[in-house]
């Protein structure tokens, strides 16, 4: 018996000695991936320290000292990844409160043009402080938004054969609710910020021109988004100064926006409770619009992004779907491919109460597990993975 054991392995090892010589070979004429490789260097605990940081400024509510104080903070971090950072600056006044009769009028469909089917609970925006239990977080969101000049903060990795061309990169770091703002949108600010990260690396190259965007006002309409698109969209693809071989403002070839990563638990219950743990079906919900005018090239990115997804996201996978809305693409719609990625689809499926603690007391960083914080990671190296490979990027000895 032994024996016979012992023959059987030799050959075994045998046969595999001679199988993994040739995959050596194969490995040894195709090069690594350097993609594969980049999206190695995200990791969850990273990527939890980054939500956690950006929490200790409150609901970072735009117009108050806590969301100039978290622009500050991350502009720090950016720049102590090597990455080079500059500000929008704009002014919010905000209009006069808008009557009873607006809303979403009565076609039947949610925001973004989606059909809301089964179970729904209601949404809004707290504004109560006492439902913050938390005295110190309480205290913490207590100044008041004021009108008047606002910034975001932004950095730049510079392609090195087409610094010309760019893809922005972005989420929003404002927020509301009397909560730490840590799901809507510290955890898409965070992924951007990881992926600041990792791209600045001194070993990493990349031919194109990748801009790390973390918008201001996007709770009261994007406005940042806007003023961004107002000061700059006029100095695309200029040289400046002429054979300098600096490009201010690169040519935008696509937008990609990270809005609510982590709560994917799914549908309310009929008694209009949730789940309690993240569904094991959980997916990264990629978002173009089909009514706007850059709709195929937006829903091509969409697909890119899909396919990254499946190539090197560990846990969960994407769909792909055509009612992008609310959030900061929104205002580059129009003008050049961009989609966003979300833990549910924005309209029917957030918009009909999917994530509970959406603008509530409750989107505390205390409130998610890690299997909701590896969704987002999961994002995150869905979109590094489709940038870096958009981009040329190679790893450097
Ligand atoms: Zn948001």
Redesign the pocket.
């Known amino acids: 018996m032994r024996l016979s054991i012992l023959t059987l392995t030799i050959g075994s090892l045998l046969s595999c000695g001679t199988t993994a010589l040739a995959q050596a070979t194969e490995t040894a004429a195709a090069a690594p991936d350097p993609v594969r490789t980049l999206v190695g260097r995200l990791e969850l605990e990273k990527y939890k320290a980054t939500i956690k940081g950006l929490t200790q400024f409150g609901d970072r509510r735009q117009g108050t000292d806590r969301n100039r104080a978290a622009v500050d903070w991350i502009e720090a971090q950016l720049k102590s990844y090597g990455c080079p950072t500059e500000r929008i600056k704009y002014v919010y006044d905000p209009p006069p409160a808008a009557g009873a009769g607006r809303g979403r009028g009565n076609t039947g469909l949610a925001v973004g043009g989606g059909r809301p089917r089964g179970d729904r609970i209601p949404t809004g925006v707290n504004t109560d402080p006492m439902k913050q239990p938390d005295e110190t977080l309480r205290a913490l969101n207590m100044q008041p938004t004021t009108p008047g000049p606002r910034e975001m903060v932004f950095c730049t990795k510079v392609g090195s054969t087409h610094p010309e061309e760019m893809y922005i990169v972005s989420?929003?770091m404002d927020?509301h609710g009397w909560g730490e703002?840590a799901n809507?949108?510290g955890s898409?600010t965070a992924l951007v910020m990881e992926l600041a990260r990792i791209f600045s690396a001194p070993d990493v190259t990349t031919e194109r021109t990748i801009r790390f965007a973390l918008w201001n006002n996007?709770?009261t309409g994007s406005q940042a988004a806007r003023a961004y698109i107002g000061q700059r969209q006029a100095l695309q693809g200029k040289e400046d100064p002429p054979g300098s071989g600096k490009y201010p403002e690169p040519k935008w070839l696509g937008m990609i926006q990270h809005?609510?990563m982590m709560f994917d638990h799914g549908m309310p219950l009929p008694d209009g409770t949730m789940r309690k743990e993240q569904r094991a079906e959980a997916d990264v919900n990629i978002e173009f619009q089909s009514n706007s005018k850059m709709a195929a090239e937006s829903q091509k990115l969409a697909w890119m992004l899909e396919a990254a997804n499946e190539k090197y996201a560990t846990d969960y996978p994407a769909a792909v779907g055509p009612h992008m809305t609310?959030?900061d693409s929104g205002p580059f719609m129009d003008i050049i491919p961009a989609i966003s990625l979300r833990e549910n689809e924005r309209g029917v499926q957030i918009g009909n109460g999917w994530d509970p603690q959406?603008h509530q007391p409750t989107d505390v960083y205390a409130t998610y597990t890690d299997k909701d914080f590896r969704l987002g990671l999961n994002a995150a190296q869905t979109t590094l993975g489709a940038v870096a490979g958009l981009t040329g990027a190679t790893l450097g000895k």
């Open positions: 989420g929003h927020g703002a809507d949108d898409g996007e709770e809005d609510m609310n959030t959406w």
